[in-house]
């Protein structure tokens, strides 16, 4: 009886942690993203060799950092699910998907909006590209996958066992640039230096945190919801506290 209890009371803390400071991420990463908007669009100078359109990858690196990141977390979330099946891991990595979904999302219409100039077409079936394209499906699928099952438990094992295999992909997307001959540029920054001329390079962090507070947003909020679907005995109770 006391661990059913505290299994309960556990989410009901978790609940309430988020309920307190999901606002709080939601402001920093509001005000950050419109400070940085602001300096990246007009007052960092133009790129030499881009000129305008170098700005978009403000929004396009931070996503595609998060979009990575989210997927090795779900991977994580995962294997500790299987493993222990603990259920705090399952609601941590059912959260986490859209996020992911988002920024890939970003990427690709970033990345096209970039390629168009630069490159002279929206898209080309590069490595890095289509893997990270393949990543954008594995979110879709993983979405589709939540609701295409009887019970949650069936649908946190199969979710669990495909965000564990499919992260295999990860590292596919970082050194595709370095394995093959791609159209994608390598990376900027590197351990030994940085092209990115340092009056530029201070905002790329900046922007990145406030990505990082907005996804925690969503991901406060989408765990909020998994624990009320999850736990629907407890809506009335944890909504009037909350």
Not at 137 to 150: E, G, H, P
Not at 177 to 202: C, K, R
Request: glycine share 6%; net charge positive.
């Amino acid at each position: 009886m006391y661990r059913y209890i505290a299994k309960y009371f556990l989410l009901e803390r978790v609940y309430r942690f988020c309920n307190y400071f999901a606002p709080i991420s939601f402001f920093l990463g509001f005000l950050g993203f419109a400070i940085m908007s602001y300096v990246c669009l007009f007052i960092l100078p133009a790129d030499g060799a881009q000129l305008e359109v170098y700005r978009i990858l403000f929004v396009h690196v931070p996503s595609a950092i998060i979009s990575e990141l989210v997927y090795l977390f779900l991977a994580v979330n995962g294997f500790i699910f299987l493993v222990w099946r603990t259920k705090i891991s399952a609601i941590f990595l059912n959260s986490a998907i859209t996020i992911g979904l988002i920024c890939t999302g970003l990427v690709l219409v970033t990345g096209s909006i970039w390629g168009k100039p630069t490159w002279g077409t929206f898209w080309i079936w590069d490595a890095r590209i289509t893997s990270t394209f393949i990543l954008f499906i594995q979110y879709i699928c993983l979405i589709a996958l939540k609701t295409s099952f009887s019970t949650k438990q069936t649908a946190d094992q199969i979710i669990s066992i495909l965000s564990i295999v499919g992260a295999i992909n990860i590292p596919i997307i970082k050194f595709s640039v370095s394995w093959w001959n791609t159209l994608h540029q390598g990376p900027s920054i590197t351990a030994s230096g940085s092209s990115i001329d340092g009056e530029m390079l201070y905002a790329l962090p900046l922007m990145l945190l406030a990505f990082l507070f907005l996804a925690l947003f969503i991901f406060l909020r989408n765990i909020q919801y998994e624990i009320l679907l999850r736990a629907p005995s407890n809506r009335k109770v944890w909504r009037s506290h909350g």
